[in-house]
């Protein structure tokens, strides 16, 4: 691009930022570091893993904007199925009405979700669909004349999301804290994460002792505990944190010898991001409640689903009004919305993806493996197209930086200076690219992490 263009582009960028921060509101964002600390950085139009920015610049989307996207960014399939459907019908009540894309996603998503999922309630966003899960648990257990059952118990670093009762079911003290008094207090089980196993101890007897504490907790709580929340396989917000698939097992044996529900809180881990289309089929267990988000639409559309079993749906029948589940949003079922995400599951299908994810899935293993022998790598793990890098003081001991060094930060402005979006957790680098992600897009996002990880770990 020749410098004029350039100039003026770059003239055009600075101006919108202005404006932006003169009225906009941006989530999970210290606005006082906005323009200082941290670059705004307007997006005119993205493609495949990319974002294009208003001044030129390209950026490769590594976190696949907060784990929404799949295929790649305006992805055509999806772009024409939502078009084709807004001439169509953009939104109808969905109370008393019905419409074809609602009817065939709950038939399609039914057909490949874990067996004994029968029913489908649409909502509009994860933390919705946690609400609704959370409810529906505890309203099923009254209606069958338990109505004791008021406890739920969720994991130790886990995340559900930012409204008030998914919040309070979240363990991580940056979102948190400031709310507690408003909260729901949940009983807390100890993560299986693996990176705090005792040294020698295997991932899997980590999970196993876990699963052991959480048994207690629930013998502790007898006929109180309406259902345990979890994040299978991976615990994303708290730092793509891993555990192994026996934890899963142990869960659902235990919730069932307990009369407890399993809410599967797949919204991040869901759509092929752990290798398998659903994370709990790693584990062969069924949940009660399956909680779908962020890849449901391929990341074009908010929108929610949460699967649950006929058990769960029959104990709302009655000629009660009040025994039914009142809930409802008003883009319940959003046509749009279930016209992206039929789109979604096609391309699962049309492009083989879990087949070709395997493969990147390893080429990104291959190309972080260097950089397990930094004295400031911690660990290097992955599941799936999820892999973490954690930086640490010193790495073999695992004694973590100060909080306040913000070496996550320091990542985070050398690579979009480098037209990379990294955004780590704290000091946990992470890449989740969209599936499209090509082997030249791989190595140029390794070769900006390694230098993003000199960058952020020197004196
Ligand atoms: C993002 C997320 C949520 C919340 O979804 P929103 O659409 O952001 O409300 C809930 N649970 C998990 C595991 C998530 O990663």
Not at 90 to 118: C, D, K, N, R, T
Not at 134 to 142: E, G, N, P, Q, R
Not at 283 to 303: E, I, N
Not at 414 to 442: Q, T
């Amino acid at each position: 691009m020749d410098t004029n263009t350039d100039t003026a582009r770059q003239a055009e960028a600075a101006a919108w930022r202005e404006r932006d921060l003169a009225v906009v509101w941006h989530p999970c964002t210290q606005m006082k570091e906005h323009p200082g600390t941290l670059p705004l950085v307007p997006i005119r139009r993205g493609r495949g893993a990319w974002l294009e920015g208003v001044d030129g610049v390209r950026y490769l989307d590594a976190v696949s904007s907060w784990w929404t996207n799949l295929f790649g960014h305006a992805e055509p399939r999806i772009a024409e199925a939502i078009a084709a459907q807004a001439r169509e019908l953009e939104h109808v009540i969905y109370a008393g009405f019905s419409h074809a894309p609602g009817l065939a996603l709950a038939e399609a998503l039914l057909a490949q979700a874990p067996p004994g999922l029968s029913r489908v309630f649409y909502g509009d966003n994860g933390s919705a669909a946690v609400e609704i899960a959370l409810k529906m648990s505890f309203h099923s257990h009254a209606n069958r004349g338990e109505p004791g059952r008021t406890r739920f118990i969720a994991l130790g670093n886990g995340y559900h999301g930012e409204t008030i009762g998914a919040l309070s079911m979240g363990d991580i003290p940056l979102y948190r804290r400031v709310y507690a008094p408003l909260l729901l207090e949940p009983l807390f089980a100890p993560s299986p994460d693996a990176y705090e196993a005792e040294p020698g101890e295997s991932a899997e007897a980590c999970a196993l002792r876990r699963a052991d504490e959480l048994a207690a907790i629930f013998e502790a709580h007898p006929g109180q505990v309406s259902a345990l929340i979890l994040e299978p396989l991976v615990q994303c917000a708290g730092g793509m944190r891993m555990h192994h698939p026996a934890y899963l097992r142990r869960a659902r044996e235990i919730c069932d010898a307990h009369g407890a529900h399993l809410i599967a809180d797949e919204i991040a881990v869901g759509f092929g991001r752990t290798g398998t289309l659903f994370a709990c089929e790693q584990a062969g267990v069924s949940p009660d409640f399956l909680c779908l988000s962020k890849g449901l639409t391929g990341g074009f559309l908010p929108m929610s689903a949460v699967l649950t079993t006929a058990a769960v749906y029959e104990a709302f029948l009655d000629d009660s009004r009040e025994r039914a589940f009142l809930h409802s949003h008003s883009y319940t079922g959003n046509p749009l919305g279930c016209a992206a995400a039929l789109a979604s599951l096609a391309i699962f299908d049309s492009d083989d993806v879990l087949a070709r994810n395997r493969g990147t899935a390893a080429r990104m293993a291959a190309l972080a493996a260097p950089l397990a022998a930094h004295p400031n790598v911690a660990d290097v793990r992955q599941t799936g197209m999820i892999l973490a890098i954690e930086l640490a003081a010193d790495g073999r001991g695992k004694t973590p930086f100060p909080a306040a060094d913000r070496r996550g930060l320091r990542a985070y402005r050398h690579a979009i200076e480098r037209g990379v979006v990294l955004r780590p957790l704290g000091d946990i680098l992470y890449w989740m690219p969209p599936y499209c992600v090509g082997e030249e897009e791989l190595m140029h996002l390794a070769a900006v992490t390694t230098s993003a990880i000199e960058e952020a770990t020197r004196a």
